[in-house]
């Protein structure tokens, strides 16, 4: 059914065939993906009276199962309590680091990349404006990363060319374009410049746009390539929610079957079996009594309930597969037999804590920690305006690392028993003070570490 639907779905040929691949996933996150589907699920019956196959009709019911596993693994992943803290020997490059991170709203940005990078891959661009840093996302749809050879890891160019319509480009302040017609659009980011393209039509060949290009001089791409998961194929990886699409498929289709069925039981189908002993027009209803013959007979066709148990029971099944599939949260409270502590409810979402896991590498060391490095690096190029203050070059011989926050917050029972455990470890001298502020520190609120162990040292008596 998935490749069915994939059919009706227009490619461009002039593009890589990943598009088409990304464009039918990003679809299917949107909910989206039945847009093209030429009837209505009521229409059973064409203009010239021919049935009208399913696989032709768009779902009445669309349960967005794969958009609930992305956005509870993104939940997990970079939500308030999730964002992780920056940890390095100096605590002022950390303090410079968790500023420049806020006032960019990075928490903001990795969450949108997060959802959008769910169908194997997505683009974070880097940017200094007047001292400023910013992000952005960007979707990987249309962009096509080169890597150095020398340095497999390390980006030579992006770029980024799809079609645009002339109104579009109008509406951009684009002149000399026919608003009916499609253009190709152009840019570039290389280690020095991003380079922008005056858009052009298949007959012609891109020239550079002057007024619009820049050379930032960075000495590095500004661009961050995410791949999604491990696996996938080429700059892709792969899909959150791939094996769960035709289970998906099946679950809106049945859904919407069962709600056909509980209409017509609504309002039923009349059956008169000859001969009738009237030729006037019939209006069923409690108010309207049907006369028949001796030999005639009438009946109402009606669904029975148990088909639409049959299928909600069907559903609740393939639910279950479709969640198992991808690491979704299948568990229920009503099933735990354990206290409703942190720790149990880590093993109710067990499946979707080892998803979230897994795009802790992704998006953590291949994410926020790469545009970390490029924050550290411009620094030394440009001075760095944050908060409104000047900052200075920063130390780019620092080793930067991410410290993960708990799962779930933990319950006062939970902490008491952290608290002594640590305490514990700190007297006996197995760990240092500094380790055990740290271990505290995400379930406690701390962020400067240092500043903590002052903080100690003054209230000691």
Not at 87 to 114: P, T
Not at 123 to 148: K, M
């Amino acid at each position: 059914m998935f490749e069915t639907i994939c059919a009706t779905i227009p490619a461009d040929m002039n593009l890589p065939a990943r598009v088409a691949r990304l464009d039918v996933l990003r679809r299917v996150l949107d909910g989206t993906l039945y847009d093209n589907l030429p009837y209505q699920f009521h229409e059973e019956r064409n203009g010239a009276g021919e049935y009208i196959p399913l696989r032709l009709r768009r779902p009445s019911v669309r349960y967005g199962l794969c958009r609930i596993v992305v956005e509870d693994s993104v939940a997990l992943l970079f939500s308030a309590g999730h964002f992780p803290a920056l940890d390095a020997e100096d605590a002022g490059l950390v303090r410079v680091l968790q500023d420049v991170i806020a006032e960019a709203r990075l928490n903001e940005v990795m969450i949108d990349a997060a959802l959008r990078g769910a169908v194997g891959s997505v683009a974070i661009l880097f940017r200094v404006l007047q001292g400023r840093v910013f992000f952005s996302v960007l979707e990987s749809l249309y962009l096509t990363p080169v890597w150095r050879v020398d340095a497999p890891d390390t980006l030579a160019s992006v770029t980024e060319k799809y079609r645009v319509s002339g109104a579009d480009l109008l509406a951009q302040g684009y002149a000399d374009v026919d608003p009916a017609a499609l253009y190709w659009f152009q840019r570039v980011w290389d280690a020095d410049s991003e380079i922008w393209y005056l858009p052009w039509n298949d007959d012609d060949q891109p020239v550079r746009d002057e007024s619009r290009s820049v050379v930032h001089g960075l000495g590095f791409v500004p661009v961050v390539w995410i791949k999604n998961l491990p696996g996938g194929g080429g700059v892709d990886g792969g899909c959150t929610f791939r094996t769960a699409i035709d289970t998906n498929i099946e679950i809106d289709y049945q859904l919407s079957q069962a709600g056909r069925g509980l209409k017509y039981s609504s309002d039923p189908t009349l059956l008169i079996k000859e001969p009738a002993t009237s030729d006037t027009e019939i209006v069923k209803g409690a108010g309207n009594a049907l006369v028949v013959s001796e030999k005639g007979d009438a009946k109402l066709l009606e669904i029975g309930g148990t088909a639409a148990e049959a299928v909600i029971s069907y559903v609740r099944t393939l639910r279950e597969f479709a969640l198992e599939s991808v690491h979704g949260n299948r568990a229920s409270a009503d099933r735990l037999t354990t206290a409703q502590s942190g720790r149990a409810l880590e093993l109710m979402n067990q499946g979707l804590i080892w998803l979230a896991d897994n795009l802790r590498i992704s998006y953590g060391d291949g994410g926020i920690l790469t545009l970390v490095k490029m924050v550290m690096r411009a620094s030394q190029l440009f001075p760095l305006v944050v908060n409104g203050e000047r900052v200075g070059a920063l130390d780019v011989t620092q080793r930067v690392r991410l410290r993960w926050p708990r799962w779930y917050p933990l319950s006062a029972d939970d902490r008491l028993k952290e608290a002594q455990a640590v305490a514990t470890l700190v007297n006996a001298g197995q760990i240092s003070k500094e380790t055990g502020v740290k271990t505290v520190a995400a379930s406690n609120g701390i962020v400067d570490v240092a500043a903590e162990l002052n903080a100690i040292d003054q209230d000691a008596p």
